[in-house]
């Protein structure tokens, strides 16, 4: 492992928007001083600069991204054989962790589960029960449900995060390798998988060989790279947004690219030993969240006083706001981040909900001093 250079790298694009080889801090500065470049920023977070005149070469070294999937958790980094260029931890939508005994109703698996509850209630209110059985208001099924070969929702919600994560990427790094670590369960038991981790793994690869060859690492060997790069591992509590949780192993799964734990043999002696290089530097790390919002649960469930439903959920607010919409506040003198989750429009009360990015109330302000930054890309990013 080359500890020699430890500067971060910032990506560059030219100026029809191909990826080239990322920069050091220093030179990126200078570029955009004398006006060569503009820095921009992208969809999840990581900072770039794009170059005005066309760049003297196009060559690009190798860059292989490592993606470290768990079942609510996934690490992803982008590693070059010099540099670690970025990294990610992906609290991934599908399934939660909760302490309650109950699946997370904010979970796209709880969401679907009260959406099924709700839908059995509303077709149970259709049938008139005083008429013989066959007269009642049964709907004969369509098709058989049961056939079908598609993902389930909150493996594929998870799948997706991923994939726009490399995706956008792909944009402004010239990744050539993607090393995705096999989760195992591959084995059948009565025609299903045996972890919801491995279900959508082969589709997930299918679609992300479209952005860069796939090549999958075996999970025996993760630690073996990990210990090598004198990388730390938190095994305790995954669900800490740290890099020893995640994107360690993510970097560990991308060197194997670079450094190779090698069979020799000689007049005297033989054994094993490391060859190659891969050095393990300071890059920047980025936490993504998804919004949590009820997007399609118009009305709350109980009735209030009168008999009416109040709504909940949608995506629009009187105050030319949008539900997840990253805007700044201010509460006594200190500034406030925060996304769009709500909002409260009575004849007394007229405020925004702003949330962090682990969707936590920070509280509610007043629309004529919130100001908006970015419109809602369906993602809570933080660095």
Partial sequence: MNQNNQVTRVPVISPDGKPLMPTNPARARKWIKSGKAVG????VGIFYVQLLREPSGHETQKIVAGTDRGKAFTGIAFQSKLATIALFHACLPGFYKSKKTIKDRQSVTGKMEKRTELRHTRRGQRINRNVAFKLRNHRAKRFSNRRQSKLPPSIKANREMELRILTEMSKIIPFSEIRDESCGGNSKRNGFGISPVTVGQEWFRKEA???????????????????QLGLIKDKKDKSKQTPETHANDAIALASTAFIQYKEFHTAKSHGHH???ECAVTTSPFIVITRP????RKLYQENYSKGGVLKRQGGTITPFGFRS???VRTSRKGELIHGWVGGFTNSGKTKNISIYDHNWSRIGQFNPNNVKLIKRSSRLCVVA
């Fill in 40 to 43: 921009k920023r992208n969809k």
């Fill in 209 to 227: 060989s479209r952005l860069a060859p796939i090549k999958e690492i075996d999970s025996l060997d993760t630690g073996k790279y990990r210990t």
């Fill in 274 to 276: 490391w060859v190659g």
């Fill in 292 to 295: 949590k919002l009820f997007r």
């Fill in 324 to 326: 997840g919409d990253y």
